[in-house]
């Protein structure tokens, strides 16, 4: 299905030059370092901004944010806790319109080698990074097998980063380790 049958909404974020004002309200902002993972992460920056109708930019738990300018392939779920922050410009959001979607699947889908491939012919150089346009964003077909089977897609790459998660910790504990008892070592010679 064409991503745009998906969406009850899809825009861009705002641009944050254009709207900062020091007597502005401060917002919560999703960049693309937020979309590292699945899910948004939460160490979001926050600015001040005067934007007319900010409302209509809010972010809405289960929206799916996606990297438009520079790292293409990356996409997050917006989470209950971080409801209400906004999408800088470098990201779309697609406002989900149909129950029959598991946003956690898109955002899986969005990220996928085999996405990557259909995705090269939409990247247009803009100064040395990738750009995809909305309109091209619009048209993407995305394969929309049923939900139990989305369900289970989603659960299966949660899981798989669940596990690489744990991994990197384990290897920076190991690393910390190593590290201490060099020092350690090094510390009884001198």
């Given at each position: 299905?064409?991503?745009?049958?998906?969406?009850?909404?899809?825009?861009?974020?705002?641009?944050?030059?254009?709207?900062?004002?020091?007597?502005?309200?401060?917002?919560?902002?999703?960049?693309?370092?937020?979309?590292?993972?699945?899910?948004?992460?939460?160490?979001?920056?926050?600015?001040?901004?005067?934007?007319?109708?900010?409302?209509?930019?809010?972010?809405?738990?289960?929206?799916?944010?996606?990297?438009?300018?520079?790292?293409?392939?990356?996409?997050?779920?917006?989470?209950?806790?971080l409801q209400g922050s906004v999408a800088g410009q470098n990201l779309a959001v697609l406002r989900l319109r149909q129950e029959k979607v598991n946003p956690v699947y898109l955002a899986v889908v969005m990220r996928s080698e085999w996405l990557a491939r259909s995705l090269k012919k939409y990247y247009a150089p803009s100064i040395g990074t990738q750009l995809i346009k909305l309109t091209q964003?619009?048209?993407?077909?995305?394969?929309?097998?049923?939900?139990?089977?989305?369900?289970?897609?989603?659960?299966?790459?949660?899981?798989t980063e669940r596990a690489n998660r744990i991994t990197l910790e384990k290897i920076e504990t190991r690393q910390k380790q190593t590290e201490f008892i060099l020092s350690k070592i090094l510390g009884r010679q001198s």
């Open positions: 299905m064409p991503l745009d049958s998906l969406a009850e909404q899809l825009f861009q974020g705002i641009a944050l030059s254009r709207y900062r004002d020091e007597k502005g309200s401060p917002e919560r902002i999703v960049n693309l370092r937020n979309l590292e993972q699945l899910y948004v992460t939460e160490d979001l920056s926050v600015e001040q901004l005067s934007v007319p109708n900010l409302y209509k930019h809010k972010l809405n738990t289960g929206d799916v944010v996606i990297a438009i300018r520079g790292t293409p392939l990356k996409a997050s779920v917006v989470t209950e806790q964003l619009r048209k993407l077909k995305i394969p929309l097998p049923d939900l139990a089977t989305q369900d289970k897609l989603a659960q299966l790459f949660l899981s």
